[in-house]
């Protein structure tokens, strides 16, 4: 319950105006069994990253490892899942750890590095599904590629997600699709998914269809 509520807290306020008395509100729990389960606010703090990294890594492995779609389109139905994630909490939160990643210099210094091993795994799965579109065996030029193209992804994507909250719409993160996907595939040499803008997650893969199930 505490990890549930201080993740939501983070996403919407961030940890520096975040309080544990926000948290003890939020749940009903006192400071006393705060207090027991975490010795700090920084030890709280790594714990709802340890966690919101955990959920968000096993909603990209669903999107992207996806066997059905073309690469790109794994993209694509990743993009707008969190695009519906954020319409449906009226654009109050995006991601936790970009979230983070604006207030870095006001943060204990053992978020850094924790939070740029989570950015990193992002870039290694986004790499890995590009790298689908190259064929079973490929280059190692195509291999730099496809890692260019995802650090620009999250790079991007980040700054999107960011200005989607600034504005309340979506608008944002279309427009980064449409041209994430255009450049990708142009170099990548595949024909890029439309993007469309209707409210709505696509539908989640089938079990058994994902890399990770077949495993």
Known sequence: MLVRAGVGLLTEK???STCVDD??????ISKGSFY???????????????????????????????????????????????????MRHHFRRGCLIGNLGQEIDMLPDSFNGLLLTILEGWERRVTDCLLAACGPNPTAAQRRLCARLSRYFWIGWEGAV??????????????????????????????????????????????????????
């Open 14 to 16: 961030g940890f520096s």
């Open 36 to 86: 027991y389960c975490f010795n700090s606010k920084e030890d709280f703090g790594q714990a709802l990253i340890d966690s919101y990294a955990t959920y968000f890594n096993a909603k990209m492995d669903l999107w992207l490892t996806d066997r059905a779609p073309p690469p790109l389109q794994r993209m694509l139905n990743f993009m707008q899942d969190a695009r519906a994630g954020m």
């Open 23 to 28: 948290v003890l509100n939020a749940t009903g």
């Open 162 to 215: 960011l200005r989607a909250r600034m504005e309340h719409d979506a608008e944002p993160l279309d427009l980064f699709a449409t041209f994430f996907l255009a450049q990708a595939a142009a170099e990548l040499g595949t024909k890029a998914p439309v993007v469309t803008t209707l409210p709505g997650s696509p539908v989640p893969p089938a079990p058994g269809q994902t890399a990770q199930a077949a495993n």
